[in-house]
């Protein structure tokens, strides 16, 4: 039996498990904090004026907070929810090949470089 | 009691497709699917074709889809079925004749994956093993090769070249025995796309498991391996 060529998917895997765990973790904190305490006044009424968060996202230990919120909350989930689009186009049996893979990863990594731009006009405008 | 059986029949010298027939059986509480073929068998019709041997979920001869869900007919029981019950042969295979697959993909796929024990080690004395290593992969080998994971599996279905559920489960078998030494020979086969990475983890495949296998546990802990033998494909040339 000829030996078949490697899969280049450990690497969309890992950004799919990866993206996966960030929706699992921070997206249900990020909707409690925001969506749920924040409305119900749990927290204190100055928690997200805009300087204050952007004192937090982009001042504060060289704008790291910024950084892991760009990074879990966009870029690992779009490559989560762009493998599974991929993946969810096989299974429906259209037959992207090459092209698909491109469309799907292509436009996760457009967007992860923009989100990562706009971290990085905050932190230079800070 | 009695119970109407739909078997899905086919004979490929007269029939250009498969064609429904029903049969009335006698049963009761203890009637499998595999004694009401027996049954149609024996006393209606002596043309059906289909595969049994042992009656008791270990040979992993008499797959078939009852109601569209592949199970072993020896393990299922009419009593569970309240209207007529349908019966037709594995799912995503080829049929010879009535209830009887043509399992020869599946077996090519077992075949590639070495599904056996690898060491070089030619010194008489048995190769020992502590309860701990055993534990390590005796989940996964209680495998009876009955095929229910390939006719479960949407992926297989998609794509026969998937090495699929059953061969991926033995590879991880083996590869995890610590009597093994054929983890580079198999790990070739697992880190192609029709691998491993031909799974999307659906998990129908350890629904339908007669032994109660996890072969859907079993692929994406190959997942991980081969994912680790990705990243060290990329510092060893």
């Known amino acids: ?47 997200l004026d805009y300087a204050q968060i952007r004192q937090w996202l982009f001042s504060d230990y060289w704008g790291l907070a910024g950084l892991v919120l760009v990074g879990a909350g966009l870029c690992l989930p779009l490559f989560h929810a762009m493998h599974r689009v991929h993946h969810g186009m096989h299974d429906l049996m259209l037959r992207a090949g090459g092209w698909g893979k491109v469309l799907c990863y292509g436009s996760a990594s457009l967007l992860s470089v923009l989100a990562l731009y706009f971290w990085y006009l905050g932190l230079s405008a800070s | 009691m009695q119970k109407t059986l739909v078997i899905q029949r086919y004979n490929p010298e007269q029939d250009h497709k498969p064609h429904p027939q029903h049969f009335t059986v006698p049963c009761d509480d203890s009637t499998s699917v595999l004694d009401a073929l027996l049954y149609i068998q024996q006393q209606l019709d002596p043309t059906l074709a289909f595969r049994w041997s042992c009656r008791m979920a270990i040979c992993g001869s008499c797959g078939v889809m009852v109601n569209g869900i592949p199970k072993l007919g020896c393990k299922t029981f009419l009593r569970d079925y309240k209207d007529d019950i349908t019966v037709e042969a594995l799912a995503h295979f080829a049929t010879e004749k009535d209830l009887i697959s043509d399992m020869s993909v599946f077996l090519t796929h077992l075949q590639a994956v070495k599904p056996y024990l690898i060491n070089h080690d030619t010194r008489p004395q048995p190769h020992q093993q ?55 020979q198999r790990m070739p086969q697992l880190n192609g796309k029709n691998g491993v990475w031909g799974c999307t983890f659906v998990g129908f495949c350890s629904d339908v498991c007669p032994k109660q296998l996890d072969p859907a546990a079993a692929v994406n802990q190959g997942k991980v391996a081969s994912a680790a033998d990705f990243v060290i494909g990329i510092f060893k040339p």
């Open chain 2, 130 to 184: 502590t309860p701990k290593q055993l534990a390590k992969y005796a989940k996964f080998s209680n495998c009876i090769n009955c095929g229910l994971c390939y006719s479960a599996c949407p992926q297989f279905g998609l794509n026969p070249a998937f090495l699929g559920p059953a061969a991926l489960t033995l590879a991880q078998r083996y590869n995890l025995d610590s009597r093994d030494q054929g983890k580079a």
């Open chain 1, 1 to 47: 039996m000829t030996q078949p060529t490697r899969s280049d998917e450990p690497i969309w895997w890992a950004l799919f498990s990866a993206g996966g765990v960030c929706f699992a973790v921070l997206i249900p904190g990020l909707i409690l904090t925001l969506a749920i305490a924040y409305p119900l006044g749990l927290l204190p009424e100055n928690a």
